[in-house]
């Protein structure tokens, strides 16, 4: 006989739970809120979003930027995502051995962080802003290579992080070419 609780790792309804259950289990807000490292890598609940939980993570960089440039230098701001970085590698290492899935699609840390270092040296324009979330949702979903490659060939914390620092620079790059060719 199974007994499920309120901190059951799984969804309401999976007691019964199959082989492909049992491997990757669907993550719900009580596995989330379980560990500090669960919580980081869900980007505090925006990965549970199961229809699209990168763009979600993308979209909660948005506030976390607003609330970062109000207080922070660029340097300072630099450290902090350097921090991000760090405590994303720890994060989705110790999330992805729970989950039993190296880079589940619901640690959305990466996306976060990542988002955090376009927004950075994004023009402060809602419609720049616009198209580098666009540009990076596309580099994140789409894996031009190198980011492919490592994202295939890196494992753990630090490759669940890298493919989406690559994501980001391939953004600013884009960006960085249309501000110098743009007549805008």
Same mark, same amino acid.
């Given at each position: 006989m199974t007994t499920s609780g309120p901190d059951d790792q799984l969804t309401p309804g999976t007691e019964s739970l199959s082989f492909a259950a049992s491997v990757n289990p669907l993550p719900n807000w009580g596995f989330v809120t379980r560990r500090p490292a669960h919580f980081i890598a869900f980007g505090g609940g925006a990965g549970l979003n199961r229809a699209a939980p990168g763009t979600m993570g993308t979209i909660a960089a948005l506030p976390i930027f607003g609330l970062m440039s109000q207080y922070l230098g660029l340097s300072s701001f630099l450290l902090c995502i350097g921090f991000f970085f760090l405590i994303g590698i720890w994060a989705c290492s110790v999330t992805g051995k729970a /989950?039993?899935?190296?880079?589940?699609?619901?640690?959305?840390?990466?996306?976060?962080?990542?988002?955090?270092?376009? /927004?950075l040296f994004t023009p402060n324009n809602l419609i720049w802003q616009a198209f580098a979330f666009l540009l990076f949702r596309l580099f994140d979903i789409f894996k031009p290579q190198p980011i492919r490659y490592y994202d295939r060939k890196l494992r753990g914390g630090f490759g669940v992080m890298f493919d989406d620092l690559l994501a980001a620079a391939y953004t600013l790059l884009c960006l960085a070419a249309w501000k110098a060719f743009s007549p805008f």
């Open positions: /989950l039993g899935s190296h880079d589940h699609g619901g640690m959305v840390w990466d996306e976060i962080v990542a988002f955090l270092l376009v /927004l």
